[in-house]
């Protein structure tokens, strides 16, 4: 597989005039400028108001002469539209983003004192159809763009009027599925938006032979994988696309991966009550990890409405967490945030009344 690891200019061409200019890097910001007749220091007076500003399109942007901004219209730069917005008790908030085409896409913001996690979307709904996940029960409908990624981490830092620290692909789709707008949003948020690229976790179902291309960009952003199974049978229950992956296949991707990128694999592990939460389940899963650089993220399961799989008890997770602990692999819980709005991992598929909100 060939890959082209010059993912920003891939984006300006062959359509750079017509190409939104959010995602868009500073030298391809000033070639635009340049390409309009304007002078080059307008380029970073661009670039400026789209990262820093929020800018939403080119007539806001007041240092421009009033005769240029008149001259290009409306002047949209790739921003989405807010549909819906919900606030949870826990301050952790939703948004349904209307995008150009129309389309629908789910976004999260997750404050706490010291830290703004955004929870972006990779891909409008998502084709890996995993039992315990309602995106995937609601289809699959397009990529997104590197810039519709851009922008959901900006309308974020702008609903809380706050710096985003951190930002995860764990919304809707599968980024692996869209690795090279992934990593263009990777870039961009890293050298445009100002967020450290370790501050900035890629998490992902695992599909064959795509562990191997992301590695070849050497990120430095975390790479999570969603593993919720302890052996090759119960993973084909939960995730449909395991039957075309074995299980050692995978873990022979990501221990090539340490070694390429030298960073360490998140593994993510869902817990449904009785299905991958014993402790002998634990135990295999300690086993596969042996001599593995790596982390490993319990999350307890949130409920959806079409499955009826229960989250374990406290105890019950805790157990699982300790025989982990027992056999020297790091473990955190992930007790997700936002649950009453819906906005838990897992839950993002918006319902009617939220998509026919005005
Ligand atoms: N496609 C990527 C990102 C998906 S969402 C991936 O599979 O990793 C991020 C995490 O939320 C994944 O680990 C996913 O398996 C998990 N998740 C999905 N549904 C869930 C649910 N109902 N409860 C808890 N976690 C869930």
Redesign the pocket.
């Known amino acids: 597989m060939t890959v082209n690891l010059d993912t920003r200019s891939e984006l300006s061409t062959p359509h750079a005039e017509n190409a939104p200019l959010l995602g868009q890097s500073l030298a391809q910001l000033t070639d635009w400028v340049v390409r309009q007749g304007q002078p080059k220091y307008r380029g970073k007076q661009l670039y400026q108001w789209i990262y820093q500003q929020g800018a939403r399109s080119l007539a806001e942007i007041s240092v421009f002469p009033k005769a240029w901004r008149e001259e290009m219209g409306e002047g949209a730069i790739g921003r989405s539209t807010l549909h819906y917005r919900s606030v949870a008790p826990d301050e952790t908030r939703k948004y349904l983003l209307r995008l150009a085409d129309g389309l629908i896409i789910e976004t999260v913001g997750i404050p706490t004192e010291n830290r703004l996690t955004v929870c972006v979307s990779s891909q409008v709904g ?1 084709p ?1 159809a ?1 039992d ?4 995937g029960k609601g289809g699959f409908t397009r990529n997104l763009q590197a810039y519709e990624i851009v922008d959901q981490v900006l309308t974020v830092r702008d609903d809380f009027q706050r710096r985003v620290s951190n930002v995860v ?3 809707m ?3 692996l599925l869209n690795t090279a707008q992934v990593v263009a949003a990777v870039k961009c948020l890293n050298e445009d938006v100002g967020i450290g690229q370790r501050s900035l976790v890629i ?3 695992g599909l064959q032979g795509r562990i191997h291309q992301l590695a070849q960009y050497k990120l430095q952003a975390t790479l ?3 593993l ?1 199974a302890s052996n090759q049978r119960q993973r084909e229950q939960l995730i449909p696309s395991a039957q075309h992956y074995p299980l050692q296949q995978l873990l022979e991707e990501c221990r090539e991966y340490v070694e390429i990128t030298g960073r360490r694999i998140t593994f ?1 592990y ?1 817990l449904l009550a009785g299905v991958n939460d014993s402790k002998e389940n634990a135990a295999e899963l300690a086993r596969h990890l042996r001599g593995f650089q790596t982390h490993v993220n319990l ?6 409405a079409e499955v009826d799989y229960q989250r374990p008890t406290r105890d019950r997770i805790n157990t699982f967490k300790k025989t982990l602990e027992g056999e020297n692999i790091a473990v955190s819980i992930r007790y ?1 945030r936002g649950l009453e709005a819906d906005a ?4 993002l598929r918006a319902s009617r009344s939220q998509l026919e909100a005005v």
Do not use: D, K
């Not at 315990?132 to 995106?135: E, L, Y």
């Not at 999350?299 to 959806?304: E, K, L």
């Not at 838990?344 to 839950?347: E, F, I, K, S, Y």
């Open positions: 998502c890996m995993c315990f996940c309602a995106t692909f764990m919304g789709g599968e980024p998490s992902t179902v999570a994988v969603s919720h993510e869902i999350i307890p399961y949130n409920p959806i997700s838990a991992c897992g839950q």
